[in-house]
């Protein structure tokens, strides 16, 4: 399994950009996936969660009524929709699919099993 995160980029205050995770292989549309960001000298922390079918989903409060969370079964793929944007979404995010395991909460680092390379973005005041 490979993770591809992309869309990333420099944009304003108040913007919008879309991020992409492409998985390879099979099983995507079986398995939850998340969203992680790491800011410079911080811990990586959850932004967002969506289940295999797509139905549900859950947001960190910073985030919560600014980005949308979504995948594509068919495409393999995962999305963030972020809006509204903020100096303080600067950040690497990471996209992530979870372990077939319910021992760990969605936004725990240890629920996923595999992770992308991570796309960098950054917001300017």
């Known amino acids: 399994v490979q993770l591809q995160a992309s869309g990333g980029g420099l944009v304003q205050a108040g913007g919008s950009l879309r991020l992409s995770c492409a998985h390879s292989g099979r099983s995507f549309s079986s398995y939850g996936m998340g969203w992680f960001r790491q800011a410079p000298g911080k811990e990586r922390e959850f932004v967002a969660a969506?289940?295999?079918?797509?139905?549900?989903?859950n947001y960190a409060d910073s985030v919560k009524g600014r980005f949308s969370i979504s995948r594509d079964n068919a495409e393999n793929t995962a999305y963030l929709q972020m809006y509204r944007l903020k100096p303080e979404d600067t950040a690497v995010y990471y996209c992530?699919?979870?372990?077939?395991?319910?021992?760990?909460?969605?936004?725990?680092?240890?629920?996923?099993?595999?992770w992308g390379q991570g796309t960098l973005v950054t917001v300017s005041s």
């Open positions: 969506i289940d295999w079918s797509g139905s549900s989903a």
């Open positions: 992530a699919r979870r372990r077939n395991s319910a021992y760990y909460t969605y936004s725990d680092t240890a629920a996923y099993e595999y």
